[in-house]
């Protein structure tokens, strides 16, 4: 079950520290590949030798180690994990949590991790009963953290009471099933994500265009790859796509449409994050066009393309369909119009008129419209921190549909 997983097991400080080198050595005879990182506290009741001979790697403890090392900086090492654990978790640390302190290498990696956590809370059953630690706690799980709990028995203190770690067998028992359940959510579902603006020629060497980057897109695109799904990005821009994804190039509004429609049956997700041009020259010159000489000006005829995402929510069976919402003004009626107008699942909108978020930046704050639901706001983000919160919100929303 845990062969081959990668696993980040965070040691805060506390008594029941040694407990979680016996915890490291069953993840490890599992085939679990572990990397320990421990606090300062942590390190005043076990060393991390202990730690790095037992997983066989380095063992973090400070944010700013003067090392070449990628195992050991706190990003790598969040981005490289398929799951986290906090074993013991004090106090302490689980107040750092609750609140999204990042002051120390540990708690770094915590807040960086883009993967499922379960802590294992050790504490005296006074400080486990206070009530600013259960409602840290409360916070924790409803962030999605998993808390395994604490048991009844002998504490250090040499009384009984709540807050005992839980035996390193147990633990391992549940790591097990949590790292099992907790992952990759789109496993074998075909996401569909188009990015960037479309090219509409004008002649051979010009063309209408617009400001999208296709960050977003390509953002969506991996965070879909994270969760396991099989991708196809249809893009108009050349940006370096995320690993195991299958790249469409296109330029034109009516190639991305020819595009999608290929793929558009066998798919259960997608995410029209481009920006498609919604008008096209009539009749591309076939040679380059020359400046006038009577200086009386040029005029373009434009047709209207079509709207790509419409037609997918016309011909809609099974899939799961989200389309943006690029607005200057009334941002929510504009988007709302779109989301009933193009059978759309999910309409995500943002205001493309402030230069920090949307078109080029690698921010985004974005407003969810699901449908049949009250709008929810996203505040500012990174892009690919937008992507993975709607594929979250997208998953159980696609199997009632
Ligand atoms: N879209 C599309 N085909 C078009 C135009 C837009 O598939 N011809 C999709 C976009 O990818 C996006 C959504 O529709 O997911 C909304 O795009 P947007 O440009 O905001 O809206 P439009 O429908 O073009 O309306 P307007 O330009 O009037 O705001």
Known sequence: MLVGKKIVLVVTGGIAAYKAVTLTRLLVKAQADVRVVMTKSACEFVTPKTFSVLSTHPVLTDLFADTTDPAIDHIELADWADYMVVAPASANFIAKMAQGIADDAASSVVIARHTGIAIAPAMNSNMYQNPAVQRNLNQLSADGVKIMAPEQGQLAEGYAGIGR?????????????????????????????????????????????????????????????????????????????????????????????????????????????????????????????????????????????????????????????????????????????????????????????????????????????????????????????????????????????
């Open 165 to 401: 770690l839980a035996e390193p067998e147990n633990l391992f028992a549940q790591i097990g099933i949590l790292a099992e359940t907790d992952e990759k959510t789109l496993t074998g579902k075909r996401v569909v994500v188009t990015a960037g603006g479309t090219q509409e020629p004008i002649d051979p060497v010009r063309y209408i265009a617009n400001h999208s980057s296709g960050k977003m897109g390509y953002a969506f695109s991996q965070a879909a790859v994270e969760q396991g799904a099989q991708v196809t990005l249809i893009t108009t821009v050349d940006l370096t796509p995320p690993p195991f994804t299958k790249v469409v190039h296109v330029k034109t509004a009516q190639e991305m449409q020819a595009a999608l429609m290929q793929q558009y049956d066998a798919a259960d997700v997608v995410i029209m994050a481009a920006a498609v041009a919604d008008y096209r020259i009539a009749e591309p010159a076939t040679q380059k066009m020359k400046k006038q000489a009577d200086a009386s000006g040029l005029t373009l005829k434009l047709v209207e393309n079509p709207d790509i995402l419409a037609e997918l929510g016309a011909q809609k069976s099974h899939q799961y369909l989200v389309g943006f919402a690029a607005e200057t003004q009334q941002l929510l009626d504009h988007a709302q119009a779109k989301l009933k107008k193009k059978h759309a699942d999910l309409l995500i909108a943002n205001d493309v008129s402030q230069a920090d978020i949307g078109f080029g930046s690698d921010d985004n704050a974005v407003t969810l419209l699901f449908k049949n639901e009250t709008p929810e706001t996203l505040p500012k983000m990174s892009k690919l921190e937008v992507a993975r919160q709607v594929l979250k919100l997208i998953k159980p929303r696609m199997e009632e549909a």
